[in-house]
């Protein structure tokens, strides 16, 4: 695995971020670095969303 420094110095998560939030920073964040996974608990509910 690696981490794309560029891509999170630019892309921090927001401090206390909402689901939403913290849902649409994994989708971009597996799109751009591979350091880690999406927590299972969000893949969970995006599924329950219809992602």
Same mark, same amino acid.
Request: glycine letters at 4%; proline letters at 8%.
């Given at each position: 695995?690696?981490?794309? @420094?560029?891509?999170?110095?630019?892309?921090?998560? $927001?401090?206390?971020?909402? !689901?939403?939030?913290?849902? =649409?920073?994994?989708? @971009?964040?597996?799109?751009?670095?591979?350091?880690? $996974?999406?927590?299972?608990? !969000?893949?969970?509910?995006? =599924?329950?969303?219809?992602?």
């Amino acid at each position: 695995m690696n981490i794309n @420094e560029k891509w999170h110095r630019a892309n921090r998560m $927001p401090k206390n971020p909402s !689901l939403e939030q913290r849902i =649409k920073w994994h989708q @971009e964040h597996a799109k751009y670095c591979t350091c880690r $996974p999406i927590p299972e608990k !969000l893949i969970i509910e995006m =599924k329950k969303r219809g992602g």
